[in-house]
């Protein structure tokens, strides 16, 4: 399940009352996307819809609704530019809405989701209704839609985050790692012993003999995103062998340099694989762009071209409708 979901549910069985905002609508340039949203309790708040004045507001505006008890939600337009001082220049509706033992029945029919589902919120007779409905579900009221005639909005939630699997625990796994942590991937670290070095120390990564490392790399689920960067360039090239021969990956990452390429193409083609799968091959990974080779620019470098190949792919966590 996504965080907020896990912490709103946690929160309503321990009795706690809480405010949650939710960006419903965006237009023109917005300093967060659909489905950003933020928790908030009296004295503390967690996630962010953008920071500044926005913020600001949300904020205050879900701390007011706390202390009201007959009212349950609010949706409000907010126009990002003289208002509020932010020059972004579109426009964010919010809706705020109560968060407490009331919302226990969706909250946890949420949290046993395991495929996508439309989180959809009701407007009738001036009551929010909340419904975890089919993906297909009807398309939501936009942000042009006067407030005083929205009657639904929603969002695509997708339980599962984007699964990466990395293979190496030098300078560059560990960077990797580290810059994957806070990031919207459920990250597989797998690593052979010699991969080990000494600022490897308390790597969390799993440590399997060789011949195990290109088992999990088979065994892993259709879908998964691959990136390769072991001690050894034999072990690249079965690990790459592997997962190309399985076809039903998301991406493939190797580390190396155009002359990497060259040769291992050259025992590609030599093991039967094609233009069309060589194609699907990232060598050098990462931006194409970013020149440096430090650990730390490789890391962001695989992380930008990973999360712009999620997000166009409909792969993040989550998606309007």
């Known amino acids: 399940m996504t965080e907020w979901i896990a912490q709103a549910l946690a929160a309503a069985r321990r009795g706690e009352t ?4 939710s960006v419903v609508g965006v237009q023109g340039s917005t300093p967060r996307e659909l489905g950003a949203r933020m928790l908030v309790w009296p004295d503390r708040f967690t996630g962010t819809i953008g920071g500044g004045s926005l913020e600001r507001q949300g904020l205050d505006q879900a701390r007011r609704l706390l202390t009201q008890a007959a009212r349950r939600h609010a949706l409000q337009d907010y126009p990002l530019g003289p ?26 029919d949420a949290a046993g989701r395991t495929a996508p589902f439309a989180l959809a ?26 407030l005083a005639e929205v009657r639904r909005v929603s969002e695509v939630i997708r339980p ?11 300078h560059v796994g560990q960077a990797v790692a580290r810059a994957f942590a806070p990031l919207p991937f ?51 090239y079965r690990l790459t062998r592997a997962i190309l021969g399985r076809g039903d990956f998301a991406y493939l990452g190797l580390i190396g340099s155009a002359t990497k390429r060259v040769r291992f193409e050259k025992r590609l083609r030599a093991d039967g694989f094609g233009d069309a799968d060589l194609a699907r091959l990232a060598c050098p990974l990462g931006v194409p762009d970013l020149k440096s080779k430090a650990p730390a620019v490789i890391a962001v ?21």
């Open 186 to 236: 459920h990250l597989d670290w797998l690593a052979s012993r010699e991969d080990l070095r000494p600022e490897a120390g308390g790597t969390r990564a799993e440590i399997l003999p060789e011949d195990e490392l290109e088992d999990a790399a088979l065994a892993a689920p259709a879908g998964t995103l691959f990136a390769v960067f072991t001690h050894s360039h034999d072990l690249d």
């Open 18 to 21: 809480l405010a949650m905002v």
């Open 301 to 321: 470098s695989l992380a930008a071209q990973l999360l712009r190949l999620t997000q166009d792919d409909g792969l993040s966590g989550i998606d309007a409708t």
């Open 121 to 146: 919120a009701r407007f009738e007779d001036g009551v929010l209704r909340r419904a975890v409905e089919s993906s297909g579900a009807p398309p939501p009221d936009g942000p042009r839609t006067p």
């Open 160 to 170: 599962a985050l984007p699964r990466l699997a990395i293979f190496g625990a030098g």
């Open 83 to 108: 208002l509020l001082g932010q020059c972004c220049g579109g426009h964010v509706r919010l809706l705020v809405e109560r968060i407490d033992a009331e919302s226990l029945p969706w909250l946890e």
